[in-house]
């Protein structure tokens, strides 16, 4: 996993790559994954970070989805269920069991949502995590004891997953490593090569970092870009139809106060149609989100004011103490890559499904799906892209791969645990310099020697890169995250060799993406 060794990998290549994945998100990431498992030759890009864009700003949770149960749809919410169950059994450093209580306050709740999740639970066969059950008023209050309680008739408990996205797509992006792909961050695609018949046969990328061009050749190219994937599908054909309906979802985070126990609150139906969630999330408490259809995608969303207030007035209509946005520790926003239908349907009611389109020069474009559906995704792409490059079949093994750092105790390694296997290499490094156990801020989780591991063994070149993924330090205080800019970067400085301007342009540069990330930034 350094960026040197890889760009140097790509440089002395003289054969065409088997497929080229532009992309590096949990789609692009999971099919380099899965083609890297299957003994294919892989190369894949990845404009900024990996994960900067979707793929590190969901909700956390690794679900079947109760809310396509209710819109009828069945397949995928089986889908979705057998993957959260293989992805716990594959990560269970990462994925782990969440109880969610469905608060009634009228009297017909309880035996609805009661039915209905005992049909969720079904759906799950083996791969479920728990039974569901309706709980008493004094049996939700001791779950949420910071519920309203006027009206409060009960409650219905189930569970689900929950996962750090960024941090199992960092693992991921190791996994696929291990398997022999090469993957290169801070790289973007800036145009496409064709063969003299028209077929798309390589492209020609820009390293952000030094600003200079080179050129790849591959057999396929698969265009797994998420809600850009549009601007990759035009620059392969500037007539081609847009594709994605993009759609913006928020979350804010407040301190454990709100939600101090183990469980989850789950509204199921909001006044815009969407499931809204409280959550427990690596000590503090995260509620979200909306669903917004936006014009275009950008990598750094903002949160909408009516967005902000919306989440504030349905979290105030459950919780005894109101949230304000004084209260607000960080607000996020995700773009979704919904697939547009016909009609004049809104963004909430489109589906998760994914689709595959081929261009007329072979450009492989795969869009929609979700993080638990991530895995089946790739195996469906891979399948198709190995068939039209003309590469020899090979099956699918990722349904029993381990994940990177796979642990099936990681809670012995306590503050660590999301490392897996890696948290005994990084309690080492720790050793090695007793400075390097100090917290990078006195109100963040994160350790200085993680910055060190981060550059390392995971890519990290940027501050933004270890405040926002490879540590959650900017989603659960943006404030405290912007106070520890400095120590990151002379840390990451030590470790890349750079200089004093380049720790002040980081810190200037991070400090500026901070303030987007509270309400009114």
């Not at 408990?157 to 022999?180: E, K, M, P, S």
């Not at 890559?337 to 004049?344: E, I, N, Q, R």
């Not at 994914?354 to 638990?372: C, D, P, R």
Request: glycine share 10%.
């Amino acid at each position: 996993m350094n960026r040197d060794e890889m760009l140097s990998r790509i440089l002395d290549r003289t054969e065409p790559w088997d497929m080229l994945i532009v992309g590096g998100g949990a789609t692009g990431i999971g099919i380099a994954v899965d083609a890297a498992s299957r003994g294919y030759d892989i190369l894949l890009f990845e404009q900024s970070d990996y994960g900067k864009g979707t793929s590190s700003r969901s909700t956390k949770l690794i679900h079947g989805g109760v809310r396509y149960l209710q819109q009828g749809n069945i397949t995928l919410v089986m889908e979705a269920l057998k993957e959260r169950g293989l992805l716990r059994e594959n990560a269970p450093h990462l994925v782990h069991d969440l109880a969610f209580v469905v608060p009634n306050y009228d009297w017909w709740e309880a035996p609805f949502y009661g039915i209905g999740l005992k049909v969720y639970d079904l759906l799950a066969g083996r791969f479920g995590f728990g039974a569901s059950k309706i709980l008493s008023t004094a049996e939700t209050v001791k779950r949420i004891p910071t519920l309203k309680t006027e009206g409060l008739r009960g409650g219905v408990i189930y569970y689900d997953g929950q996962f750090d996205d960024a941090r199992l797509l960092i693992n991921l992006v190791r996994t696929a490593a291990g398997q022999g792909a090469t993957l290169l961050n801070y790289a973007r695609v800036i145009a496409f090569s064709n063969d003299r018949s028209g077929y798309l046969n390589g492209a020609v990328f820009e390293d952000i970092e030094t600003g200079v061009e080179h050129s790849v050749k591959a057999r396929v190219v698969i265009n797994a870009t998420g809600p850009f994937a549009d601007q990759l599908r035009k620059m392969d054909d500037p007539a081609v139809s847009p594709l994605i309906s993009p759609s913006q979802g928020i979350h804010l985070v407040f301190d454990k106060s709100y939600l101090p126990g183990n469980s989850a609150i789950m509204v199921p139906h909001t006044k815009d149609g969407r499931v809204m969630f409280a959550i427990p999330y690596l000590g503090a408490t995260l509620v979200g989100t909306t669903d917004t259809p936006i014009e275009d995608a950008v990598l750094e969303p903002r949160a909408l004011p009516e967005e902000i207030d919306f989440i504030l007035e349905t979290a105030g209509m459950y919780l005894q103490k109101a949230p304000a946005r004084d209260d607000v520790l960080s607000v996020f926003s995700g773009i979704r890559p919904l697939v547009k239908a016909g009609g004049d349907q809104n963004t909430a009611s489109l589906s998760r499904d994914h689709t595959i389109m081929i261009s007329n020069s072979g450009l492989l474009t795969i869009a929609g799906g979700k993080w638990t559906t991530y895995r089946a995704m790739a195996e469906d792409c891979v399948s198709h892209a190995a068939t039209l490059a003309g590469l020899p079949a090979r099956a699918c093994v990722t349904k029993r791969l381990n994940i990177h750092g796979y642990h099936k105790s990681p809670q012995k390694f306590d503050s660590l645990a999301v490392y897996g296997s890696d948290a005994s290499a990084i309690q080492d490094l720790l050793r090695a310099d007793t400075g390097r156990k100090e917290p990078i801020h006195p109100a963040l989780p994160a350790l200085r020697g993680e910055v060190i591991w981060a550059v390392r063994f995971e890519a990290a070149r940027t501050v933004d890169d270890f405040l926002a993924r490879r540590t959650r330090s900017l989603f659960l205080n943006a404030r405290a995250a912007s106070e520890a800019a400095p120590v990151v970067a002379s840390l990451m400085a030590a470790e890349l060799g750079y200089d004093e301007q380049w720790e002040r342009d980081q810190v200037a540069a991070f400090q500026r993406l901070s303030k987007g990330y509270l309400p009114g930034g």
